[in-house]
């Protein structure tokens, strides 16, 4: 009787990016790890979607000579966090934003229209007199990154620092 012997081997679950253990020639490990749904990402204690940020991008943001307001970043920050996977536009209104954050809906109104001049968030669709954006991929994205190449490739460039407000420009003329 012949002895099988078992190999194992250190390889990485692509969906999930855990590590797991492979055993060769006589485990059934690679069937099981093809017939089990894994978390997508599980990293304790806030398992879930993670998001790839431009980090260069997001310090000039940040940076107190950006032209961005603190309000304007808590925005930007409440659209990488909630906002759905791929190019899919935050289906949010204003009212519902300024709600879960506590500011007025004329302040999350201008710091949109301000962060959608800038290039950091762009119009998705347009459904009656309501406006929904979602994050350009070229500053934040939630999915692959062959996908988020694909996404870049007609989104425009942020700019940084933010462009003059135009009503303030018409006030000064």
Known sequence: MEHEARVGHRAVNRQSGEIVQLELLGGD????????????????????????????????????????????????????????????????????????????????RKSVERLHSGGLLLEAEKIGRVRFFRINPRAAFDGSATAQVEATKEARHPVVPAPADPTKRRKAS
Request: proline fraction near 6%.
């Open 29 to 108: 490990a690679l069937q099981n790890l093809r017939r089990t749904v894994p978390v997508r990402y599980d990293w304790r204690p806030h398992p879930g979607r993670h998001v790839n940020v431009a980090k260069a991008l997001m310090a000039k943001v940040w940076h107190k000579d950006s032209g961005y307001t603190q309000n304007d970043r808590d925005i930007l920050g409440f659209y990488v966090a909630h906002s759905p996977e791929a190019a899919a536009p935050l289906r949010m209104t204003f009212k519902e934003i300024s709600a879960v954050l506590g500011v007025r809906q004329d302040t999350v």
